[in-house]
């Protein structure tokens, strides 16, 4: 391998190990949920807020993440994404309360919002053409598998250990993914300065948020139709307004 692959390879795994932790605690509390529910006193079920909260927060932040990296840098953004993520994940394992645990897992949410999107953009703006579709694939194949995982992964934690460790173990990754980034990844950033277009991002995070919502309404007993179809329908109408926008915006 050239330098220059080896070095897109390097930083497509990097992301690529990004992307694993982010959608992994998508889906990895779920078997840990009676632990939960013991350690903070409440039922089961009132802890799906906590996987809700961390996935809304993905949807709704994601769409700002190309502008946040073009105005403060890839490096800085992706690195203290992975910072925000990891010390997020400590908070969650000291939790105590559902209140404390959700907060952390918004924050949680912020920084997987920040993480991958723009570890996405390195891979693209570092790699040469003719082998972007070979960096793409380890970018891919987490997403893919870590959902899957999840679960066992925290059904095995949770047997043989505590649910804190669930996210703890997010601690060595990320201080590896830090270190990582900043001797390989170029803090590229745009030269201009681009108006962020709010009309933009409010119109996509009330669609993705209550499209999200409405269809993780649709597992509950019994199923809250009305809300739903209100849910779906505040998403279709703002989804259509962040279309027109984007069509009319000179930078959506």
Not at 28 to 45: D, E, K, N
Not at 85 to 90: A, D, E, K, L, V
Not at 214 to 240: C, F, M, N
Request: charge should be positive; hydrophobic fraction near 50%.
């Amino acid at each position: 391998m050239s330098l220059s692959v080896r070095h897109s390879t390097s930083i497509a795994l990097v992301v690529a190990g990004a992307f694993f932790m982010e959608n992994l605690d998508g889906t990895v509390i779920a078997t840990a949920l009676p632990q939960l529910a013991q350690s903070f006193h409440v039922g089961p079920v009132s802890l799906n807020v906590g996987m809700t909260a961390y996935m809304l927060t993905l949807a709704v932040f994601i769409p700002m993440s190309g502008w946040v990296a073009d105005r403060f840098g890839a490096r800085t953004v992706f690195g203290g994404a992975i910072a925000v993520f990891t010390i997020s994940s400590i908070f969650c394992g000291l939790s105590n309360g559902l209140g404390e645990f959700v907060v952390a897992r918004i924050i949680q949410g912020i920084g997987g919002a920040m993480m991958v999107p723009v570890g996405r953009l390195v891979v693209l703006r570092s790699t040469e053409k003719h082998h972007l579709l070979r960096a793409t694939s380890f970018i891919t194949w987490p997403g893919l598998v870590a959902p899957v995982l999840g679960p066992p992964i925290g059904g095995f934690i949770t047997t043989y250990a505590s649910w804190r460790w669930i996210f703890f173990l997010n601690v060595p990754l990320g201080l590896i993914g830090i270190v990582l980034s900043v001797l390989w990844i170029g803090n590229i950033r745009e030269d201009g300065h681009r108006p962020f277009d709010w009309t933009g991002f409010v119109s996509s995070a009330i669609a993705c948020s209550t499209l999200m919502y409405g269809l993780e309404l649709v597992g509950e007993q019994p199923t809250p139709w009305l809300t739903i179809v209100l849910l779906l329908a505040t998403s279709l109408l703002t989804g259509l307004l962040m279309v027109w926008n984007s069509s009319r915006s000179r930078l959506p």
